[in-house]
C-alpha cells in the first residue's frame, strides 16, 4: 500500500476490515485475563492450585506453536480461512472447558483454545497491516488497541462478578456465541480478502512437530525447576536437554525445508530478533504479574474474586492508553523505538518500586502504579509490529507477524511458568510450612490459618509478601532488560 494513498480512501479500507478483525482480538485478549480472575475459584473447585498457572502456560504453550502455523498457511491458503479455521478451534477448546471434570481435563482444553486463539491476534493484524501503510498505521492505533483496552478492562472484572455469581465455567461459555459473531463478521465482510497463494506450498510438518518438542519440554522444565529439590531438579535438567536437542534439530531442519515455518533468514534480521526478544520480555512480565496477582490479593490481602478483579483493572485497562500514545507519536515523528525505551524503563521503575512496598502499600495506591505500569508496557506494543513488518516487507508480512504473536506467546509463556517457580521458590526457601499453608490457603481460604496463633499467622503473611515482592522484582529486571533492546534495535525510524 502507497503511502500516499489518500487519508479519505484509508479510512474506507480500514473500517471495512477493522470490525471483521476486531471481535476475533477481542476475544484473545479477553480470555488471558479474564481466566487469570477465575484461577482462584478454579483451584478451590478442581484442586492442585501448585499447578494452577498451568491453566494459563498451557494455553500459551498451543498459542506458541501454533501463531507460525497460522502465518505460513495464512500467506498460502488466505488469512480470512484460516481465521475461520482459528475461531473454530478456539470455540471447541472453550466448550470443553466449560465441562472440564478435572484439572489435567481443563489443561488439556485449554490446549485446544490456545490452538486457535494462536491465529486470532497475529492474522487479525496482518489483515490490518495488508490495508493501512507502516508510518499511518499509528493514526489507527486507536482503534486497534481500543479493542485490546476494553477486553483487558473488562476481563478481570466480568471473570470476578461471572466467577462471583455464575461460577468459573461462565467465562468459558462466554467465549462461544463471541466466536460465533467473529465468524459472521469474518464472512461477511472480509470477501475476497488474503486469500493467498497456495499453488506449490508444501506445509512445513516436522518444523511443527520440532518447534513442538522444543516449548513444550523447556516450559515444563520450569514448572519442574520451582519446586528446588533433588528429584524435580533432575527431571528438568533432562527436560531442558531434550528441550535443546529439539532446538538444534529444528534449526537445522528449518535451514532446509522448501516451506520453512520458521523462516530464520527473517528472524535472524536484527531489527526482527531484537524487537521480538524485547516484546517477549514484556510479555512474560505482564502475563505472569496477571496470572499472580489475583491470588496475591484474594491470599494475602483477603479481597473477593469480584474484589480482585477490580484491584487488577487499572493493569489489564492501561496497555492500550500507552499503545494509543505511542501510535500517536509514530505518526506524528516517525521515531520508532524512542517511546518503547521511555515506556518501559518508567515500568521497570515502577514495578521495582511497588515491589519494595509491598508490604505497607494502600491498595488504591498500588493500582495506581500497575495502571501506570501497564502503560509503559503498551507504548512497546505497536511499535514491534511495525519495527517486524518494516523488516520482513510485503512478501513476508504472514510470517512476519506472526514471529511477533508467538515470541510474545512464548514470552508470556516463559515470564508465567519464571514468576510461578520465583513465588514456590521463595516459599520453599522461607522453610516450615510456608508452601503447604499458602496452597491451603489459597484453597480454602482463611480458615486454613485457623489453627495457627497470632505470632505464627503474623510469620506466615510476612513469608508470603516477600514472596510476592520476589515475583515483582522479578517482573522488574525482566522489563529493564526490554527497556535495554529497545535502544540495541537498528531500525529507528519509518
Not at 534480521?269 to 514484556?282: K, Q
Request: contains cysteine.
Amino acid at each position: 500500500m502507497s503511502q500516499t494513498v489518500p487519508p479519505a480512501e484509508l479510512r474506507r479500507l480500514f473500517f471495512r476490515v477493522f470490525p471483521a478483525v476486531a471481535l476475533a482480538m477481542f476475544g484473545a485478549a479477553l480470555d488471558q485475563t479474564i481466566v487469570a480472575a477465575a484461577l482462584p475459584a478454579i483451584a478451590r473447585s478442581l484442586g492442585e492450585v501448585e499447578r494452577i498457572s498451568w491453566i494459563v502456560v498451557l494455553y500459551l504453550v498451543a498459542n506458541t506453536v501454533a501463531a507460525p502455523v497460522y502465518g505460513r498457511l495464512g500467506d498460502a491458503f488466505g488469512r480470512q480461512r484460516m481465521l475461520l479455521v482459528a475461531l473454530a478451534a478456539y470455540a471447541t477448546g472453550a466448550t470443553l472447558c466449560a465441562f472440564a471434570g478435572s484439572l489435567t481435563t481443563l489443561a488439556a482444553a485449554r490446549v485446544v483454545q490456545g490452538f486457535g486463539g494462536g491465529g486470532l491476534i497475529s492474522l487479525s493484524v496482518a489483515l490490518i497491516a495488508e490495508v493501512v501503510p507502516a508510518r499511518e498505521r499509528g493514526r489507527f492505533q486507536a482503534y486497534i488497541a481500543a479493542v485490546f483496552t476494553t477486553a483487558s478492562a473488562l476481563g478481570p472484572v466480568l471473570g470476578g462478578v461471572l466467577t462471583g455469581y455464575f461460577g468459573w465455567r461462565s467465562i468459558f461459555l462466554l467465549q462461544i456465541p463471541l466466536s460465533a459473531l467473529a465468524a459472521w463478521l469474518a464472512v461477511t465482510r472480509l470477501g475476497n480478502a488474503a486469500r493467498g497463494r497456495s499453488k506449490g506450498f508444501s506445509f512445513d510438518g516436522w518444523g511443527l512437530l520440532l518447534f513442538a518438542a522444543f516449548v513444550a519440554p523447556a516450559l515444563m522444565a520450569l514448572d519442574q525447576a520451582r519446586q528446588l529439590t533433588t528429584g524435580p531438579l533432575l527431571v528438568a535438567a533432562g527436560l531442558a536437554c531434550l528441550a535443546g536437542l529439539a532446538l538444534v534439530l529444528l534449526l537445522r531442519w528449518e535451514r532446509r525445508a522448501p516451506d520453512p515455518l520458521l523462516p530464520l533468514g527473517l528472524l535472524g534480521n536484527p531489527t526482527v530478533w531484537r524487537a521480538n526478544l524485547m516484546s517477549a520480555c514484556v510479555a512474560g512480565a505482564f502475563v505472569g504479574t496477571i496470572a499472580f496477582l489475583p491470588i496475591y490479593f484474594t491470599a494475602v490481602r483477603g479481597l473477593s474474586p469480584a474484589a480482585a478483579g477490580l484491584a487488577l483493572l487499572p493493569l489489564s485497562a492501561c496497555a492500550g492508553f500507552g499503545a494509543i500514545a505511542s501510535g500517536t507519536l509514530l505518526a506524528r515523528t516517525g521515531l520508532l523505538m524512542r517511546w518503547p525505551g521511555i515506556g518501559l524503563s518508567l515500568s521497570a521503575t515502577l514495578l521495582a518500586l511497588v515491589s519494595l512496598g509491598l508490604g505497607w502499600l494502600p491498595l488504591p495506591a498500588m493500582a495506581a502504579l500497575l495502571g501506570l505500569v501497564s502503560a509503559g508496557f503498551g507504548m512497546s506494543f505497536p511499535m514491534v509490529q511495525v519495527a517486524v513488518q518494516v523488516a520482513a516487507g510485503g512478501s513476508q508480512l504472514g510470517s512476519a507477524t506472526a514471529s511477533v504473536q508467538f515470541t510474545r506467546s512464548l514470552g508470556a509463556a516463559t515470564g508465567t511458568a519464571l514468576l510461578g517457580a520465583v513465588l514456590f521458590g521463595a516459599l520453599t526457601l522461607a522453610g516450615g510450612d510456608a508452601t503447604r499453608l499458602f496452597v491451603a490457603l489459597v484453597n480454602q481460604g482463611p480458615p486454613a490459618l485457623a489453627a495457627l496463633d497470632a505470632s505464627a499467622e503474623a510469620a506466615f503473611r510476612a513469608e508470603m509478601v516477600g514472596a510476592f515482592r520476589a515475583v515483582f522484582a522479578t517482573a522488574a529486571a525482566l522489563v529493564l532488560f526490554g527497556a535495554w533492546l529497545s535502544t540495541r534495535v537498528p531500525l529507528r525510524r519509518v
